[in-house]
Structure formats: structure tokens, C-alpha cells
């Protein structure tokens, strides 16, 4: 059984920095992209970043754009997502998700992924 294992979450004061690793446990396969959203409570799940497994284009939504950064580790089977200047509306439960080799349209739009990790809590105080 495929999972995604979320890990890098916790409370820190604005302008500091985290890492968010996901890592995908379990029998191998082939992936498309993989992304992170982000859900504050009372609030729909949103689009913070992407990337493209093959190439590694990133995508960011406009409000993190500048701050945070996507990468991935292939031969780990890891995506990674460094937050900077973290503010307190950073605040939220972030979930990485992935989306399998046979998708080809677009990494922002939830529709695009098939697994989802768990969630880990990031909170951002003033």
C-alpha cells in the first residue's frame, strides 16, 4: 500500500523558516506531480506550490510565491517544501498529495491528485 508520509511541521514566529519533507512509503510508482495544499479550519483546502516529477517545474500560488520553495528528490521518492518568511496566515494543516503517472493536466487544481497524505500542522505566531 502506497502512502505519503508527511514530517517538518510545528510552531514558530513569523519570519522564521521550515521544511516540509513527504515521502512516499510503500510499493513504487509512477508519478506525475506532486503538490501541497494547505486548509485552515472553517476554510477549502488551497493550492500553496507543485512540481512536475519529470522536469521539476514548479508551480506556486501567489501568495507564497518569493517565500516558499518546491523541490523534489527523485531517488528518494521526496518532495520537499522550504517556507521563509513565514506569516501568521501561513497557519494551517498542509497535505502533500501526488498524482499518478497516467494525469497530465494541471498541478494547481486538486482534481489532478490521487493520494493524499495525512496532514501536518503548521502554525505561524506574530
Known amino acids: 500500500q502506497v502512502q505519503l508520509v508527511e514530517s517538518g511541521g510545528g510552531s514558530v514566529q513569523a519570519g522564521d523558516s521550515l521544511r516540509l519533507s513527504c515521502a512516499v512509503s510503500?510499493?513504487?510508482?509512477?508519478?506525475?506531480?506532486m503538490g501541497w495544499f494547505r486548509q485552515a479550519p472553517g476554510k477549502e483546502r488551497e493550492f500553496v506550490a507543485a512540481?512536475?516529477?519529470?522536469?521539476?517545474?514548479?508551480y506556486y500560488a501567489d501568495s507564497v510565491k518569493g517565500r516558499f520553495t518546491i523541490s523534489r528528490d527523485k531517488s528518494e521518492a521526496t518532495v520537499y517544501l522550504q517556507m521563509n518568511s513565514l506569516k501568521p496566515e501561513d497557519t494551517s494543516a498542509y497535505y502533500c498529495?501526488?498524482?499518478?503517472?497516467?494525469?497530465?493536466?494541471?498541478?494547481?487544481?486538486?482534481?489532478?491528485?490521487?493520494?493524499w497524505g495525512q496532514g501536518i500542522q503548521v502554525t505561524v505566531s506574530s
Open positions: 512540481i512536475s516529477w519529470s522536469d521539476g517545474s514548479p
Open positions: 510503500g510499493r513504487a510508482f509512477s508519478v506525475y506531480g
Open positions: 498529495a501526488s498524482a499518478r503517472a497516467y494525469r497530465s493536466g494541471d498541478l494547481r487544481s486538486r482534481r489532478e491528485y490521487d493520494l
